[in-house]
C-alpha cells in the first residue's frame, strides 16, 4: 500500500489536541497542555503539532504583538479536514468498542 | 520569527535560541525552538511578582521541555531521514551505503568470532583451573580436567550467553571498519564519497538506541546464566539449586538503579561507585557507536584509495586505545576516586574529541585543495 492510499489515522495525543481545538479557538502550546488534564506533555506538544501541521490537520501563525517582552507565541487552530477528521474517528471507535463489547 | 527588538536578552532562553539557530533548520526553529522558548519566556513574565524559587522552577521545566522537544524532534528527524534515504539519494551513494552495510555486517560476524573464540579459550583455561583445584567430592581426576572443561565451554547455551556482551563490544569498530571500506573506493570521477554527516549520525544513534536494551536487560540476564550454568556444572547439581549471587556485571539497569537508590540511605557505601560506573557504562557503551561514526567521517577523507590492509590497521589502531581507556577508566581511575561519569565515558570522550580534530583538519585541508585546484591554470 503506498503512502497517499493509506487511510489517515490519530494518535493518541493528536485526537487530544484536536478535541481541544474543535471549537475553533486558538490555542498556544501551553495552553493545550493546561487544558489536556495531563494528557499533553509541555516536552512533546509542539513536536506533534508541528507532525499534524504537516499532515494538514491543524494550522499556525504567530500572536500579532501583545506588547508582552518576549518572542511571540504561536498560536493553532483545527483545520476543516482536522476536525472532520476528529468526527470519522471518534465515530469509527465508538462503533468499534460498541460490536466489540 | 524574530524576538522582539531588546525584548530576549533579559529573558531566559535568549542563549539557548542564539544556540539553536545555528544547529537547527529555520523550520525546526519556527515551530519547534521558538514556541517552547516564547512559552517559558510569557511563564516567567507571568511570574515575574513571585519568589526567586518559583522563577526558578518556571526556568528548569521550561528548559527540561525545550530539551525535551527538542531530543524528540531530532530523533524523529534522523528516523524520517534514514527511512526516506536509507540507502542513499544518488547511484553512487546507494553503493556506497551498501558497501558499508555487508562491510559492518561482515565485521560483525569475524570480530564476534574471534572474541567468542578468545573468551571460550579463557573460559577453558579458568575451568581447567577450577576443576583440577576444586575440593568437593566428585570431581574428576587431572586427566579429565581438560575434556570436562571443553564439553562444558562449548555448551550451545553457555556460547548463546557469550553472545550479546560480544556483539556490543565489536559492533562500534566494526560499524568504523564498515564506512571505512566504502569510503576507501572512488567514485567514476575520482572523488571519494564521504560518509555523510546526518546518515552517520542516524546510523549511529540507531545502533546506539538498539544496543542500549541489550546492555541494559539482554547482557546481564545473559551473563547470570552463564554463571549458572557453569556453577551447576562444575558442582554437578540442578541449575536453579545452587543460584549463584549476581555480581555488577549480572544486575540490569532496573536492579542497579534499586541498588544505588537502596544503598543511599545506609552506612555501607562501599559499592556505590561501582555500581554508578556500571550503570553509566551500559550507555557508554552503545553510545561508543555514535563515536566511531564521528570518528569514521573524519577519516574518511583520508581512506580514499587505500588498501583493505590500511583500513583495517587502522581500525585496529582506534580500537586499541578505546579498550585501553575503558579499562583504565574501571581499573584506575575509579578507585581513585574520579566520578563514575567519567570512569564510563572517558574512552567515548577520547574517540570523539580526536575525531572533532579529525573532521575540522580534514575540511580545512579540503578547502586549501579547493582553493588550489580553482588557482591552478
Keep these: 500500500m503506498t503512502r497517499a492510499s493509506r487511510l489517515p489515522t490519530l494518535s493518541g495525543k493528536e485526537t487530544v489536541i484536536l478535541e481541544l481545538l474543535l471549537d475553533g479557538h486558538e490555542m498556544y502550546g501551553l495552553e493545550l497542555v493546561g487544558t489536556s488534564r495531563k494528557r499533553l506533555k509541555r516536552g512533546t506538544v509542539y513536536v506533534t503539532l508541528q507532525r499534524m501541521e504537516a499532515k494538514g490537520y491543524v494550522q499556525s501563525r504567530t500572536e500579532a504583538d501583545s506588547g508582552e517582552p518576549g518572542l511571540p507565541r504561536r498560536l493553532y487552530k483545527a483545520t476543516a479536514a482536522g476536525r472532520r477528521l476528529y468526527d470519522l474517528w471518534t465515530m469509527v471507535r465508538t462503533k468499534l468498542q460498541l460490536e466489540i463489547a | ?377
Aim: proline share 6%; with cysteine.
Design chain 2, 1 to 377: 520569527m524574530m524576538p522582539r527588538p531588546g525584548s530576549v536578552r533579559r529573558l531566559p532562553g535568549g542563549r539557548l535560541r542564539r544556540l539553536a539557530q545555528r544547529l537547527c533548520s529555520p523550520e525546526t526553529l519556527e515551530h519547534v525552538v521558538d514556541p517552547t522558548l516564547a512559552d517559558l519566556q510569557h511563564e516567567w513574565n507571568e511570574a515575574a511578582g513571585r519568589s526567586g524559587l518559583t522563577r526558578g522552577c518556571v526556568c528548569l521545566a521550561g528548559y527540561a521541555a525545550f530539551v525535551k522537544a527538542l531530543t524528540l524532534h531530532m530523533l524523529m528527524t534522523a528516523c524520517r531521514h534514514l527511512a526516506g534515504n536509507a540507502f542513499g539519494a544518488t547511484p553512487e551513494e546507494r553503493a556506497f551505503y551498501g558497501r558499508a552495510g555487508s562491510a559492518t555486517a561482515a565485521a560483525v560476524l569475524v570480530q564476534t568470532a574471534i572474541m567468542m573464540v578468545t573468551s571460550t579459550g579463557m573460559g577453558v583455561r579458568s575451568l581447567v583451573y577450577a576443576l583440577t583445584h576444586q575440593r568437593w567430592p566428585g570431581g574428576p581426576s587431572e586427566a579429565e580436567s581438560l575434556p570436562r572443561a571443553l564439553a562444558i565451554a562449548f555448551r550451545p547455551d553457555l556460547l548463546a550467553s557469550l553472545l550479546p556482551s560480544v556483539v556490543v563490544l565489536v559492533l562500534p569498530t566494526s560499524l568504523l571498519f564498515g564506512l571505512l571500506v566504502a569510503a576507501r573506493k572512488s567514485s567514476p570521477d575520482g572523488a571519494s564519497i564521504r560518509p555523510q554527516a546526518r546518515w552517520v549520525a542516524g546510523a549511529s544513534l540507531l545502533l546506539t538506541t538498539a544496543a542500549i536494551p541489550v546492555t541494559g536487560w539482554v547482557m546481564p540476564v545473559a551473563n547470570q546464566n552463564y554463571r549458572e550454568i557453569v556453577v551447576a556444572e562444575l558442582y554437578r547439581t540442578d541449575r536453579k539449586a545452587n543460584v549463584p549471587a549476581k555480581g555488577l556485571r549480572e544486575l540490569t539497569f532496573g536492579e542497579l538503579g534499586d541498588a544505588i537508590r537502596t544503598e543511599q540511605g545506609s552506612s555501607d557505601r562501599y559499592l556505590a561507585p561501582y555500581r554508578r560506573t556500571e550503570r553509566h557504562k551500559r550507555v557508554a557503551l552503545p553510545a561508543a557507536c555514535a563515536a566511531f561514526g564521528l570518528l569514521a567521517i573524519g577519516l574518511a577523507g583520508r581512506m580514499r584509495a587505500r588498501g583493505a590492509l590500511v583500513v583495517g590497521l587502522t581500525v585496529m589502531v582506534a580500537a586499541f586505545p578505546y579498550y585501553f581507556l575503558l579499562r583504565i577508566g574501571e581499573q584506575v581511575l575509579m578507585p581513585r576516586g574520579t566520578a563514575p561519569f567519567l570512569c564510563a565515558w572517558v574512552a567515548n570522550l577520547v574517540v570523539a574529541g580526536a575525531a572533532a580534530i579529525l573532521i575540522v583538519s580534514s575540511r580545512s585541508r579540503e578547502g586549501t585543495e579547493a582553493e588550489v585546484s580553482s588557482a591552478a591554470p
